[in-house]
């Protein structure tokens, strides 16, 4: 009976030569030798590490935007509400005069509260795509990739961020055409859209983060109508800070959106704004955001 030895394991230098013995027809022995090449792939490190990750996100952000494609009269639907706003609760109010807003009109004042409003609307149900992504077995495809955790949950918050751009430009051109007295610079209003996306990507991974918690999409629609309206009015959106009763006051001073807003003023009105406030604020909360969603990212798969 034929007998052979095959050595077992392959070299440190990943190439190894493997002997073997095997039967010939004729009751004889033949030695097979077979060469195995074995490639190590090294994680990224460094710079090469950031940029895979900004690749990661990317890739998720355009996975995100092309469901745009699908159904582009979205965008459309959702310019019906801050135009409502506008037209109906800002014509109104500012026919009525009952709050005072110094200088600027009151339709210049709410404008830059309609465009967080808006954003802030798309932003707090975006974690019901993700429950719909889990149950339609996409979402567990989408962990089992080497993308950590994190690059999802900022790929998908910032296109909604992106998506908010878009109700930016139709509120603008409704203001502009309703001759409500705003910036024209363009390095101005770029930076608002930039001010709007950081803001919408917090309030993207606190919707991610209730899923995360809920798990279900009954419960988490119900939620985000419960936190949104308390969201808007606890922040100065509708009307300065300094006419609100002092719990309210409190209430705005931890409000992300209520720091969104003072940027937004700033910019778009040229009020006296505290960007470095109101920007680290944000940039805070949307890290924190990204933290917490990413660390309920699992639990939806179980």
Not at 90 to 101: A, E
Not at 181 to 208: D, E, K
């Amino acid at each position: 009976m034929c007998s052979g030895t095959t050595p077992a394991g392959i070299s440190p230098t990943a190439a190894a030569r493997v002997t073997s013995a095997a039967c010939a027809p004729d009751g004889g022995r033949r030695v097979v030798s077979v060469e195995h090449t074995v490639t190590v792939i090294r994680a990224p490190r460094g710079r090469a590490r950031i940029a895979a990750l900004g690749g990661q996100i990317g890739a998720f952000s355009l996975v995100e935007l092309q469901k745009l494609r699908r159904d582009r009269s979205e965008l459309l639907t959702r310019m019906i509400q801050p135009a409502l706003w506008l037209l109906i609760f800002g014509q109104t109010f500012s026919h009525l005069r009952v709050i005072d807003t110094g200088e600027v009109s009151y339709l210049a004042f709410l404008t830059p509260g309609i465009l967080a409003q808006s954003a802030l609307f798309i932003a707090i149900f975006y974690g019901i795509q993700i429950v719909w992504d889990r149950d339609a077995g996409i979402l567990a495809k989408l962990m089992v990739t080497p993308a950590p955790p994190a690059a999802l949950v900022t790929g998908k918050s910032f296109a909604a961020g992106i998506r908010s751009v878009a109700q930016v430009v139709g509120v603008l051109a409704i203001a502009y055409l309703m001759m409500i007295p705003l910036t024209v610079n363009p390095l101005r209003i770029l930076a608002a859209m930039a001010v709007v996306v950081l803001g919408t990507v917090f309030f993207t991974c606190l919707s991610m983060t209730l899923a995360g918690l809920v798990r279900n999409r009954d419960r988490l629609m119900g939620i985000g109508q419960a936190i949104t309206m308390p969201l808007f009015f606890a922040s100065n959106a509708l009307y300065p800070v300094d006419i609100m009763p002092e719990w309210l006051q409190r209430l705005s001073a931890v409000n992300p959106l209520s720091y969104q807003v003072n940027a937004l003023r700033g910019l778009l009105l040229g009020t006296p704004a505290n960007y470095l406030v109101d920007i680290g604020v944000l940039v805070l909360a949307a890290l924190l955001g990204i933290a917490s969603a990413s660390a309920l990212l699992r639990r939806l798969t179980r």
